[in-house]
């Protein structure tokens, strides 16, 4: 479920995926939210384009720590790529 930055404290949350449509961010909101998984989504900037960077905007999914494996099952089963940020310094 949605939850605001308050519900986690002061805990270390980690990224689990960068929405970059709308369409795509409620997708993901409502496969966690159907699942119980809490999670915070916040906007930010990323890097995009191959030709042309440019910043753009996304939502941007956290967890906490314990609870990266169930989301990344959901997001499986919700047809999502899991990306492993700690993996690739992102």
């Known amino acids: ?9 002061d805990r270390e949350m980690e990224l689990i995926y960068i929405a970059k449509r ?3 961010a409620l997708k993901l909101e409502q496969a966690l939210t159907e ?6 989504v916040e906007t930010d900037t990323y890097s ?3 030709i042309f960077r440019s ?7 956290y967890v906490l720590p314990e609870t990266v ?5 959901v ?7 899991f990306n492993d940020f700690r993996a690739s310094g992102n």
């Open 75 to 81: 997001m499986e089963r919700a047809g999502f790529r």
């Open 22 to 24: 709308l369409k795509e």
């Open 69 to 73: 494996e169930r989301a990344r099952s």
């Open 55 to 61: 910043q753009r905007v996304g939502a941007f999914f």
């Open 48 to 50: 995009g384009g191959v």
């Open 1 to 9: 479920m949605r939850q605001d930055a308050s519900f986690f404290e």
């Open 35 to 40: 699942s119980s998984v809490d999670y915070a």
